[in-house]
Each structure stands twice: as structure tokens, then as C-alpha cells.
């Protein structure tokens, strides 16, 4: 039994928005600039779980509606895309 993985299309903007969270991190930490980032590693520090909870949800759902602008984007530019 073997699988294939499919080759998708996807656009690098929803992958770049993630990876831009996590440099947002490493870039306030150097900085020490006082944003999201350094509220995620101070509270992570001091194992504030809830906060940590908050910050996870925020991604997630940030990156989910970045991937779901993409799919719909693609749909009005790209011809060959029909959604029926």
C-alpha cells in the first residue's frame, strides 16, 4: 500500500504569515521589544497556561482565516480554479 501526497497549489502568503508570528518572537527577544512575542515567552516563563491558551487560539484561528482568504482569492484570480 503506498500514498502520494498531492502537490498543492497554495500560496506562500498563509505559510509566511505563520512563519512571521514565530520570527515576531525571536525579533522581540533580541530587541527587546515589548509585543506579542515577549508576552508569549514571558508567560510561558512562568507557566501562565491560560495566557499561553490565548496566545495559541489567536494564531490558530489568525492563521486559519489568512488560509481561508488565500483559498477564496484564488478562486476570483485564477481562471483555471471553479468553485461549483
Known amino acids: 500500500m503506498s500514498f502520494e501526497m498531492r ?5 506562500p502568503f498563509p505559510r509566511s504569515s ?3 508570528s514565530c ?4 525579533t522581540e527577544t533580541i530587541f527587546t521589544l515589548d509585543g506579542m512575542g515577549y508576552f508569549f515567552i514571558t ?4 507557566n501562565d ?10 494564531v ?3 492563521v486559519i482565516l ?5 483559498d477564496i482569492l484564488y ?7 471553479r468553485y461549483d
Open 7 to 11: 502537490s498543492s497549489r497554495s500560496s
Open 18 to 20: 505563520s512563519a512571521r
Open 23 to 26: 520570527g515576531a518572537i525571536v
Open 43 to 46: 508567560r510561558l516563563q512562568t
Open 49 to 58: 497556561v491560560y495566557s499561553v491558551m490565548a496566545y495559541v487560539m489567536i
Open 60 to 62: 490558530a484561528i489568525t
Open 66 to 70: 489568512f488560509n481561508l482568504l488565500a
Open 75 to 81: 478562486g476570483f484570480l485564477d481562471p483555471r480554479i
